[in-house]
């Protein structure tokens, strides 16, 4: 390839998503990486036995991205690409032992959480579930007095959707000593506002469906970690149980990270705009975004991250009987609803980190916890202009007056 790691570790991460992954600078090359469909390659008889063998094993389509977001992470090995960032978690799964314990945010996505709940029904593992938020209760799950320590401790920071911050440099310092590996759900950061590694994470998770591919017409996942015995077990858990990326995807995502830096740069930027403007708005009853001094996560996020990301969750208040013509009233999440509805730009759909603006009630998913309020709205900022965005959320809100 043509960024080599040394080259990768001396330039920005804006550079190395435009220049990691691309062919050799050679002679007739295509300076992007092909996209190549086979399910097999010559290797047997006189052309001997080949590294590649079948496409279930390996694909040089997802080479160059496995290269680059490794480059990204920080890591000395390349990623490995799923089929779905949910294929992804069941691999990193996989690292807990038989009957291991598993120390999980209760806030995780919900998919990671549904899946780890049905492993710990079938006896495969201990889940033990906790507020990330609070370092101490996490610290009491790793290594319990009366307890079985901890296999792994899961991380996702910030969470989705309540976007609870991890002390992520504590926890893993904590995890290592009680003997337990480290995976954190990068997701929401990408490498360019956070870096799990360098705060002693063992293994990054990236739903590469989201901010990474960034235009909602790719679903796929990654792990990338440095430690060598780790990713043996993971490929050898990919190949078998074979949760693959299609090559075309692994194409698509490479073409989306050209441009992750201006895309976070930009819905950062509107993400903060919007919060602060939420924030004051008498038809938010409350706000949740790490990047608004006033929120909870707020000092651990600058400690840890280089901005806050553009994923902001609003709870809606509820309206009383009369205000805005609404007999009986109306309850946060009738609000919400309604409100969503009213919207002519933000698109009413679930997913995350695309080029488009989304928004959904959080709690419309079933599998969504309970502990998630009803009038939770998660919002996905895009690229678009600023107050375009803020301009159809004021008529969206306005709407609620009556
Ligand atoms: C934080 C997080 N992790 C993992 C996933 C699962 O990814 P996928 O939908 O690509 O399977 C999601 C999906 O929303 C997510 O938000």
């Not at 990768?8 to 092909?34: C, I, K, M, Y």
């Not at 036995?49 to 279930?56: E, F, L, P, S, V």
């Not at 930009?266 to 919007?274: K, M």
């Not at 079933?366 to 919002?379: F, G, K, Y």
Request: proline share 6%.
């Amino acid at each position: 390839m043509s960024l080599s790691d040394a080259q990768a570790a001396s330039l920005s991460a804006e550079t190395v998503v435009v220049a990691a992954g691309r062919p050799p600078r050679e002679r007739d090359q295509p300076v992007n990486p092909p996209l190549v469909l086979s399910s097999t390659y010559y290797g047997t008889g006189p052309l001997g036995d080949g590294d590649r063998g079948y496409g279930r094993y390996s694909n040089p389509t997802w080479d160059p991205f496995e290269e680059a977001l490794a480059q990204l992470e920080g890591a000395e090995l390349p990623g490995l690409l799923y089929a779905s960032g949910l294929a992804a978690v069941s691999s990193a799964l996989s690292l807990v032992p038989a009957g291991g314990v598993l120390v999980m945010p209760s806030h995780s996505y919900a998919g990671s959480l549904v899946m780890a709940t049905e492993l710990a029904a079938k006896g495969f593992l201990e889940l033990r579930t906790v507020d990330i938020a609070d370092t101490d209760a996490v610290l009491a799950q790793l290594a319990p007095a009366d307890g079985r320590p901890a296999s792994m401790l899961w991380l996702e920071s910030p969470t989705n959707p309540m976007l609870g911050v991890a002390d992520i440099r504590a926890l893993t310092t904590a995890a290592h000593a009680a003997g337990a590996v480290v995976v954190t759900d990068n997701t929401f950061s990408t490498p360019l506002v956070q870096q799990p590694l360098a705060l002693g994470s063992d293994v990054v998770l990236h739903s590469v469906t989201k901010y990474l591919s960034g235009h909602s017409d790719v679903v796929l996942g990654a792990l990338v970690t440095s430690d060598a015995g780790l990713r043996a077990a993971l490929l050898h858990q990919r190949t078998i149980h074979g949760g693959i990326a299609g090559p075309f995807e692994a194409w698509l995502a490479l073409r989306g990270l050209r441009t992750l830096a201006l895309r976070v740069e930009r819905s950062q930027a509107s993400a903060a705009v919007l919060a602060g403007r939420l924030s004051t708005h008498r038809r938010v009853g409350s706000i949740r975004f790490p990047g608004l001094p006033s929120d909870p996560g707020h000092e651990r996020a600058r400690s840890q991250m280089k901005g806050f990301g553009s994923v902001l969750c609003i709870e809606m208040a509820p309206i009383a009987s009369g205000d805005g013509g609404h007999e009986g009233g109306l309850s946060g999440a009738d609000a919400a609803d309604k409100m969503i509805r009213a919207l002519k730009l933000w698109l009413p759909a679930t997913s995350l980190g695309g080029v488009e603006s989304l928004i959904e009630r959080r709690r419309r998913h079933t599998a969504e916890p309970a502990s998630v309020p009803d009038n939770l709205v998660r919002m996905s900022v895009g690229i678009e202009n600023v107050e375009d965005l803020w301009a159809d959320l004021e008529q969206a809100l306005a709407g609620l007056d009556g």
